[in-house]
């Protein structure tokens, strides 16, 4: 689930970031360009969590 929720996340943050950044530059909106990049950022996201540690925070 958490894949799912996580693409869906990148999704949603990318294809609106890409269209801002389009209206702003003057393009047209790519649709498939936003999901390459959110398919990548998920990538990312999902690689990053698997190398972080799963400890406890120490209680000062």
Do not use: C, Q, R, W
């Not at 909106?29 to 406890?56: C, H, K, Q, R, W």
Request: no cysteine; aromatic share 10%.
């Amino acid at each position: 689930m958490k894949y799912i929720i996580t693409f869906v996340m990148s999704f949603l943050l990318v294809s609106m970031t890409n269209y801002v950044a389009g209206s702003i530059a003057g393009v047209s909106f790519d649709l498939m360009g936003g999901v390459i990049a959110s398919v990548v950022l998920a990538i990312v996201v999902l690689g990053i969590t698997a190398i972080l540690p799963d400890e406890e925070v120490a209680d000062y």
